[in-house]
């Protein structure tokens, strides 16, 4: 006679814990990668010294990652990621410029804090992300997720489906600006933030552009 065992199904929409630990390890492989890009750059530190200075064989590190330019990837979608989630979370009666502007900021902070990810890391990470070829690759991979992560927020607040062609206009153009305030960010030594850059390029696009 066969025993049944009580299984509980995961939650619908809620990543299942194998999927929550990989998510964690890529992470933290991803914060070992980055303090070495930050000592001795991109092109000096190799994937056998990423897997040594994270305790795992080269063999696991490429069950979690393509390669060296997929290594930060994890880091860089932290921001992203955390932006979509505040964004949804802003009073809907707030104007979308400043929901953008104000999630950014608010998003970003907060994440890089959790992370444990100084502004002194990441400014070369991003400097190296969006000026070396393959890892502007993964950049704008990051980049195109956001978007899509954006559409359905958008849509919620405008009332709108999210097949809207307005709503996804709206998505790009804000992800767009987000991307160049950051990149702008990184290339130059500017404020010590990048929210700050980031909210003049919000304001500028709401104000106008050369359509």
Not at 32 to 61: C, K, P, Q, W
């Amino acid at each position: 006679m066969t025993r049944q065992r009580n299984q509980a199904a995961p939650s619908p929409g809620r990543p299942a814990l194998s999927e929550i630990r990989r998510a964690a390890t890529r992470r933290e492989v991803a914060m070992v990668a980055a303090h070495l890009f930050a000592e001795n750059g991109y092109a000096a530190t190799t994937v056998e010294d990423i897997a040594a200075s994270a305790g795992m064989g080269l063999r696991t590190f490429y069950r979690y990652f393509a390669g060296k330019e997929d290594v930060v990837a994890p880091l860089l979608a932290i921001g992203t990621q955390a932006w979509a989630d505040e964004l949804a979370s802003c009073p809907p009666e707030l104007p979308l410029r400043e929901a953008l502007s104000r999630s950014y900021r608010t998003a970003t902070a907060a994440a890089l804090a959790d992370a444990g990810i100084a502004y002194k890391l990441l400014h070369p990470l991003l400097r190296a992300a969006t000026e070396l070829p393959t890892l502007r690759a993964t950049w704008l991979r990051v980049q195109q997720d956001c978007e899509a992560s954006l559409i359905p927020i958008i849509a919620a607040r405008a009332g709108r489906s999210p097949d809207d062609l307005d709503v996804a206009l709206a998505a790009a153009m804000a992800n767009t600006a987000v991307r160049l305030g950051t990149e702008r960010w990184a290339a130059e030594a500017g404020p010590d933030s990048a929210a700050d850059v980031v909210d003049t390029c919000l304001a500028r696009l709401a104000a106008h552009t050369l359509l």
